[in-house]
């Protein structure tokens, strides 16, 4: 596809981990940002790398979200499913915050949408997984993220869905996902599928850059480390120990990000040893 040249209008909602590391980006490459957040800390950072910056508190309060989201070319939505918050009422509350924004993502002209979504709405599956495997949420979080990418499937004519694998990079180094912690790693023996934050941020810069919309990708490192051995050597290099490892999940899911891969996304830290570098962005 034919890459946009123009500099794009974009908002961010949920500029959090994740979505602030890409206002970063898109701020340095040209874009206008807009950006909306919780908390005032990070809407100070926002307005630091050149962002305009929202508070937006859904259900709560809407007040912004047309500001933020009018005369917009591309809306970028960040927003986490509240799984360990809300538990099983999680998937109403998220579709009542998506409910709210959607007479405005829908109004004329309407702003293209990229929704990241997560690789666990594929659940327990086993082998090798793309994007026409059948969905099997099994948490709270992934059965809100399944009904949000229906919801906006039905709703939406030009979105884009990013199923991300679990997420690495500045902050977020995986020795401290078991490293100095009274749990032992369960099934070890499970393939371990993550990607790097910078990675995201490309695949959503492509995106935009190659018009690519309508369509569902995966996000993953092509390495699959055994899930044992990985959280344990990412331990050690930070000088943690672990408690132990739990057998099995020897057949469990190995997630393909092929698809993206054929559009021209090359990740920066597509390897094991590179799942271990914070990165810079």
């Given at each position: 596809m034919q890459e946009r040249a123009n500099?794009?209008?974009?908002?961010?909602?949920?500029a959090g981990w994740l979505g602030l590391a890409c206002a970063r980006r898109l701020v340095a490459a040209g874009h206008s940002v807009s950006g909306s957040s919780r908390g005032a800390e990070t809407r100070e950072e926002l307005r630091a790398i050149g962002?305009?910056?929202?508070?937006?508190?859904?259900?709560?309060?809407?007040?912004?979200a047309s500001e933020l989201l009018g005369d917009r070319d591309v809306v970028i939505l960040t927003l986490p499913p509240g799984g360990r918050q809300y538990g099983a009422a999680a998937t109403e509350r998220y579709l009542e915050k998506l409910g709210i924004l959607l007479p405005l993502l829908k109004?004329?002209?309407?702003?293209?949408?990229?929704?990241?979504?997560?690789?666990?709405?594929?659940?327990?599956?086993?082998?090798?997984?793309d994007e026409s495997s059948p969905l099997a949420p099994d948490t709270h979080s992934s059965r809100a993220v399944v009904a949000a990418e229906v919801l906006l499937?039905?709703?939406?004519?030009?979105?884009?869905?990013?199923?991300?694998?679990?997420?690495?990079?500045p902050g977020r180094h995986p020795g401290r996902f078991y490293g100095g912690r009274d749990r032992p790693i369960p099934q070890a023996d499970a393939p371990v599928n993550l990607v790097h934050q910078?990675?995201?941020?490309?695949?959503?810069?492509?995106?935009?850059a190659q018009n690519l919309w309508g369509m569902t990708f995966n996000v993953c490192a092509t390495a699959h480390p055994q899930k044992g051995e990985f959280y344990g050597d990412a331990a050690k290099s930070l000088?943690?120990?672990?408690?132990g490892t739990l057998p099995g999940g020897e057949n469990a899911k190995v997630i393909s990000s092929d698809n993206l891969r054929r559009r021209g996304w090359q990740p920066a830290f597509d390897a094991a040893e590179d799942l271990l570098l914070p990165g810079q962005m």
């Open positions: 500099k794009e209008r974009i908002s961010i909602l949920g962002a305009v910056a929202y508070s937006l508190d859904l259900p709560q309060s809407a007040e912004n109004q004329k002209p309407s702003p293209r949408v990229i929704y990241t979504s997560s690789t666990g709405v594929y659940g327990a599956a086993t082998g090798t997984v499937r039905e709703n939406l004519s030009e979105l884009t869905i990013l199923r991300l694998a679990g997420l690495v990079g910078l990675d995201v941020v490309r695949a959503i810069e492509m995106v935009i000088g943690l120990s672990i408690a």
